[in-house]
């Protein structure tokens, strides 16, 4: 599965990538206004350190709207996913952009029905959000599976990349169940590094190195 980190903030994006951990970054609306930064600039820079593709958003609610925003934003870099939102318009922008040859990521995906049209429409990422469906009480995950086997069922190659993705739990989820793709904030990609009997362990390795006197170094 590969990993996007799902924010604008270039320390992050910068720590993460050096490591070898991301394939990619996404961000969005709530992301840029979070960073402070102007959306070409910051993109610009994120297009800079990362290789893999990085999803900027639209904001427009027409069709038209979203295809000019699209290649405006594709300008940026070789690199951009543009990023629309799963309405009808959204759809119809999503088939002009790939046509064009561009990379579409189609967002705020919550159901099955919506992510069949996406890959119809050519969508290269769908993002079906699971902590929001999770929020209101419906099974994110569940709905990452039904994408999962639909798509299998019909060979469709737009690619799962599950987003709103709250803890460490749901990346090893969504990995169980085949997500080409998740999508997490740093903290939680870091937070799978955690684990209560690796803490202890070490604590109690270290204090028997301590009675043996030793130095490594
Ligand atoms: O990738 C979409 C993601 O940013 C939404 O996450 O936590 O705001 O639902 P969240």
């Known amino acids: ?3 996007f980190v799902d924010t604008a903030e ?3 994006i910068r720590e993460l990538n050096d490591l070898g951990m991301i394939d990619g970054v996404t961000t969005n609306p709530s992301l840029i206004m979070k960073s402070g930064r102007d959306i070409k600039e910051v993109t610009k820079e994120i297009c800079g350190i990362v290789d893999g593709p990085v999803s900027a958003e639209t904001v427009a609610l027409d069709a038209e ?4 925003e699209g290649r405006e934003l594709a300008k940026i870099a070789d690199n951009i996913a543009v990023k629309v939102p799963l309405t009808w318009a959204g759809l119809k922008a999503c088939k002009t952009l790939t046509d064009e040859g561009r990379m579409v990521n189609v967002t705020l995906c919550f159901s099955a029905n919506q992510a069949l049209l996406a890959a119809k429409a050519g969508a290269t990422f769908i993002s079906p959000f699971i902590g929001r469906l999770d929020d209101i009480n419906l099974d994110g995950m569940e709905l990452i599976a039904d994408i999962r086997q639909i798509y299998d069922n019909y060979g469709f190659e737009t690619q799962i990349l599950a987003a709103s993705i709250r803890s460490a739990n ?3 989820e969504a990995a169980k169940i085949g997500a080409d793709v998740a999508t997490a904030p740093a903290a939680v990609i870091k937070a799978m590094a ?3 009997l690796t803490d202890k362990g070490l604590e109690g390795f270290l204090k028997d190195w301590e009675k043996t006197g030793q130095k490594i170094l």
Do not use: C, E, L, Y
Not at 65 to 68: E, H, N, R, S, V
């Open 10 to 12: 270039i320390d992050q």
């Open 194 to 196: 955690n684990h209560v």
């Open 170 to 172: 749901h990346m090893s």
């Open 1 to 3: 599965m590969k990993f």
């Open 65 to 68: 709207g979203m295809i000019a």
